[in-house]
């Protein structure tokens, strides 16, 4: 929720993921429109992922998610 993420950054926050787990949760989210892919101009090539209009409208759902998470661990 803090813009867009590169996907090494992505799995390295994300660790024990793997890179086929990541890319096919990420493609996923993706076709959901939930997360938006963006290939950067640069050299070597980088994608970076952030979050579409769809996905921002559910911010409150993920924070009382987020909440619950840490009351019910």
Not at 16 to 25: G, R
Not at 29 to 52: F, I, M, N, S
């Amino acid at each position: 929720m803090n813009g867009g993420v590169r996907f090494g950054a992505l799995r390295r926050a994300l660790v024990p993921i793997t890179q086929h787990v990541l890319t096919a949760q990420l493609r996923e989210l993706e076709r959901d429109g939930l997360v938006a892919r963006k290939v950067l101009a640069e050299k070597p090539l980088q994608v970076e992922y952030g979050l579409t209009d769809s996905a921002w409208s559910l911010t409150p759902a993920f924070r009382e998610l987020l909440a619950w998470s840490k009351t019910y661990q």
